[in-house]
């Protein structure tokens, strides 16, 4: 995997909005912070525009990465959010320039459309992380979340731990970490943007789906043999799930334990990363030695 350059005090980060609509207030905490890391930072042109729910039209959208990509200057793209909308601008988008000019392209959520891309297309490293309007300076786990998205900026160590938890299943791994939004992963499943999980690490967090939604997408995965030879899974925040009035009888805890039984691998749930407030950067492509215990479980990315 390429690794695109790591930054030095000065460098520019482009900061666009490639699916939903965003408004300055959600974005100017986050651009003060980049200036205390002694970072510049550029908006994309429509980055405040609004075209329905996205922040303009798939052309517009485009452009703006686009001119992200083709600036020399801009050494990280950053998504201000996401939403939906990623897929509609990443068709439209000219990788040439970037294939002879790699530079980080992070975001979470919809922005998994890009890590799947990067990662498979253009062999290139993507940073799975909090974006623009997550950021809410003061908030002890935020700011966690932060440092560590500047740590695999500037190339620092990423090393995790978290607590253990009575779903996982013990083990060490070590591979290639893949994966992201499990509806993003469940829609491009039998497309040509799916990732190939052969021999990987696999991650997956969701928010705001139902209960019987998070059973269909996991049986999804086991079915189309997504899980038959990857290393370990990883499962982070599952957040604001909902039930029917009738209940489905299982938690999502319950649901990704039912599917995975039949495998060995090793699965550590409760990764701080997702949609909540402990959203710690993650290095999609990167190798990451992953160790599950009955009381803690470390994650530890290789140094390039």
């Not at 690794?3 to 900061?15: R, S």
């Not at 703006?64 to 939403?83: C, N, S």
């Not at 908030?139 to 779903?167: C, D, H, Q």
């Not at 829609?187 to 943007?193: A, E, I, K, P, R």
Request: glycine fraction near 8%; charge should be negative.
């Amino acid at each position: 995997m390429i690794t695109p350059q790591y930054l030095k005090p000065g460098d520019t980060v482009g900061i666009v909005a490639p699916a939903r609509k965003v408004s300055p207030n959600e974005v100017v905490a986050f651009t003060t912070l980049l200036e205390s890391w002694g970072l510049k930072y550029k908006f994309s042109k429509n980055l405040f525009g609004a075209s329905n729910q996205y922040s303009g039209s798939d052309e517009e959208r485009a452009s703006d990465f686009q001119d992200m990509i083709d600036d020399p200057q801009v050494r990280v793209i950053l998504a201000a959010r996401g939403g939906y909308g990623s897929l509609r601008t990443l068709r439209l988008i000219d990788f040439s320039k970037f294939e002879k000019d790699p530079k980080w392209i992070a975001g979470f959520s919809d922005i998994t459309v890009f890590h799947c891309y990067l990662n498979k297309f253009l062999n290139t490293e993507s940073l799975h992380c909090l974006m623009p309007l997550t950021y809410k300076p003061g908030n002890p786990e935020i700011e966690v979340s932060a440092e560590s998205l500047r740590k695999a900026l500037f190339g620092e160590i990423l090393e995790y731990s978290f607590p253990g938890f009575s779903g996982n299943r013990e083990g060490e791994a070590k591979g290639e970490l893949s994966g992201g939004n499990l509806s993003i992963l469940y829609s491009l499943n039998g497309t040509t943007f799916y990732p190939d999980l052969r021999g990987k690490i696999l991650f997956i967090e969701d928010i705001d789906e139902y209960l019987y939604h998070i059973d269909r997408m996991m049986l999804n995965l086991l079915h189309s043999g997504s899980l038959n030879n990857i290393k370990a899974l990883v499962i982070g925040g599952f957040t604001d799930l909902k039930d029917n009035a009738i209940p489905f009888g299982k938690n999502y805890e319950d649901i990704i334990s039912e599917v995975v039984e039949k495998f060995n691998f090793p699965v550590a749930f409760s990764f701080p990363s997702g949609h909540q407030n402990d959203n710690r950067t993650l290095i999609f492509g990167r190798q990451m030695q992953l160790r599950v215990e009955a009381n803690r479980s470390t994650v530890a990315f290789s140094r390039k």
